[in-house]
Every structure is written in C-alpha cells, then in structure tokens.
C-alpha cells in the first residue's frame, strides 16, 4: 500500500485527515489554553494522533502525552504471556491518569484497533485480562463517567479494521471506503465542519429539551425479540451532543454522535430484549444476544456467538448485570443510512437506540455534579467496572414513554421519532 509522507496511507484523504484531527480538538475536546492533554491511541492510528497532537499544541495545550498500544504486542501476551500475568493490569499507569484528570487534564482516545483481534485466544484469558483492566481503570473511569474532565473519542481506518467492515475488497480500496465513511459520520467531509457540529448539536439539544419536558417514569420498548420496561432513574436528566463537564468545559465526547442519553434506574428493568447488531467487545464478535430481565438484573443471557464471553462479562461484579445507560437513536441516522456494520461500538451505537451494562453516568441527572455516589446510587444509578453499550433499536422497534400515572407518549415509531 502506498503511502504519502508521514505514514498516510493514500487511500486517506489527508485533508479529511487533518480536519477530523482539528475538530477533535476544537468540537470534541473545546482544548483550554494551559490545558494538559492524555491521548490514547494503537500505533496503527499513528498518522491521526500525529495530527491531533500538532492541533493540539496550536490551540495553546500544556502537555501532550500520548500513551500507545499495539496489536501484535497484545497478542504477543495471549501467546507468550505467564497465566498469572491475565489477573494483573498496569494499575500504577492507570492511577497516573487519574491523577492527571484530577488536576484537569483532558483525555482523548483515538479508536482503530482490529475488531476481532483476541477472537481466536482462549476466552477464559481474554474475560480474565479485561476483569483485572476494568478493575485497575476504575480511578480514571470514574472522571470520565463522572464528566469530571473534557474527554472526546474519534477513529482511524486502520487496514485490520476496514479488512473486516469491507471483506470483499482489496486492502487500499478498503481502507479508502472506511476512512470515507468515519469522515461522513464525523462530520468532516463539508466545507465548514465546526459549523455543521454547531447546527447538529442544536439539534440534538432540542431532543434532549423534549425529553427532560415530559420526565418519562420509563421508556417501553417493544418489537421483534423484544417487550422491555425500562425504568428510568429519579431525577434523571437527558443529555445529547455537546455537554459540559465539571470543569466548566463544553465538549462533544463521542465524535461521531448522534444519540440522546439518560441513566436508567437499575433496579426497575423488566422483560426481554434482544441484539439488533452484533457487539464488538475487547477483540471478541458477540452476536444474537438475547436476556431477560428482572427487578433491574438480567436472569438469563443468550448469544449465538460469543456467549462465553458474554456470561463472563455478566460475572464482572454485581453491577454488571443491571443498566447505566439507555440511549435513543433514529433508525435514519446518517451512520445507519450507510448500511454498515462498523464492528466498532463508537459507530455501530450511533445507528441503533441502546442500552449499556454497568457504571452509569452520573451526569445524567438534575444537578448531577454535586451528588454523592450514595444519593446517586438512591436515585437507581448503577455501579460497576465496566460499561458495555449494545444496540436493540431497528425500523421494527416503537418505543413509548411512560409517565408516573400510567399515561403513554409515542417517542419512536419503526425506529423513527415519533
């Protein structure tokens, strides 16, 4: 594969390249002069991180430092690796992000690994490893999901990644097609990116405001596979497009993003629910899921694929069967328009309403910034290690929402707003 200077491949377009870069920076992160800034990214995205730290620095950033993992250095441990080595996780680096969050550093990661990577390792080691990691991450995840600091999430076309989203086609045209796609569902490929995020975010806040209006009790979920009441947590408050943090900083976490979210409760979740797209997760395919839920917990779980990895995940703690978050997203989006499956959640979420297993945000609530975890938890917000997002929404799925009284609204009909 060719490619242009500074490792570009030429199936990328290098301007596309540079704006996504500038919008992570400026839409994504709104990067504070005198700001440090924690970036984490695999190697393969390297031609983009690049970018995003030479943005970074011309918006007047403190410190930059970029923390890299790599493909084949992972695998090397599931190869090589001592057994007792899958109950351990750099913790101390860990704890060095929290630190940094604590003093207000941002954190952006740059997403472009292979979604399959660790499918064909030995599931017991793959559960272990990503256990010990979501337990060590704990002191950082807490200053995300508490939107403590300004953080943002894009992608790159890595080749492993545009292999599996375009199978059939040859490596350059592959990755052509995929960086073509996350520039179109960034937002990136028209003349005035900044102001279309400005426009898009305007809409999505309407959302938001329709929603926070009605104070819904629970969202009803029903359609093929699926019957599911999800309670909705007390004082519980919608969010959307852009947001700001404690810090006072306004930013778009996910890029791209088209949903509007809220915390469920965690102990009022009834019914069934099944998959509409397959969940990528840590490097294993989990497609087909299906689970049922009572009194908050899920009591039984299917997948026709990955399911061992899925129980697993189920057994992480006692949060991780309960939801911290249930997410709105029409079937028309732009992302869901393009008939793709992106093997990524950052994308695949972005085309399907969904919930999300484990940790909540605490954002998601009147005043949310100055609740304790205990009223937080009092309110239905749920607590865990991990906090896994998978999609349930397609053009077959209504959606109403519930009041306190019992009274119904339409929110989605066949997976549109209704």
Known sequence: MTTHSRGV?????????????????KVGLQLQPGQDLVVTSSIAALPLTRR????????????????????????ARYRFGADASFDRAAGWLYEGMAKAFANNAARLAVRGEDPSLLSAQDPAKVARANKANSMAYQPALEKITGFDINWNIVAYPDLAWARQVFPGDADDVAVAK?????????????DDPIGNWTAHNAALRGRTEWLNGHNFHALHFTGPGTDLTVGLADGHEWMGGASTAKNGITCNPNIPTEEVFTTPHARRVEGHVSSTKPLSYQGTLIDEISVRFEEG???????????????????????????????????????????????????????????????????????????SQDEIAQRGG??????????IGSDKIDIDGVHKGGARVPVMRKGEWA
């Open 297 to 371: 917990r899920i009591v039984e779980a299917k997948a026709s694929k990955g399911e061992d990895v899925l129980k697993k995940v189920l057994d992480t703690d006692e949060g991780a069967r309960r939801l911290g978050e249930v997410a709105l997203v029409p079937h028309s989006s732009p992302i869901s328009a393009s008939g793709l499956l992106f093997f990524n959640t950052l994308f695949d979420e972005n085309a399907a309403c969904h919930i999300a297993l484990g940790q909540c945000y605490s954002k998601c609530f009147v005043n949310g910034a100055s609740l």
């Open 52 to 75: 995003i730290v030479e943005h970074a620095y011309k918006a007047g950033a403190g410190l930059v430092t970029p923390i890299f993992n790599d493909d084949e250095m992972t695998l």
């Open 178 to 190: 995929l960086a073509d796609a996350i520039f179109a569902a960034s937002r990136v490929d028209v």
């Open 382 to 391: 749920n607590k865990s290690f991990i906090h896994i997002d998978w999609m």
């Open 9 to 25: 491949s030429a199936s990328i377009d290098p301007v596309k390249l540079d704006r996504l870069a500038e919008v992570a920076i």
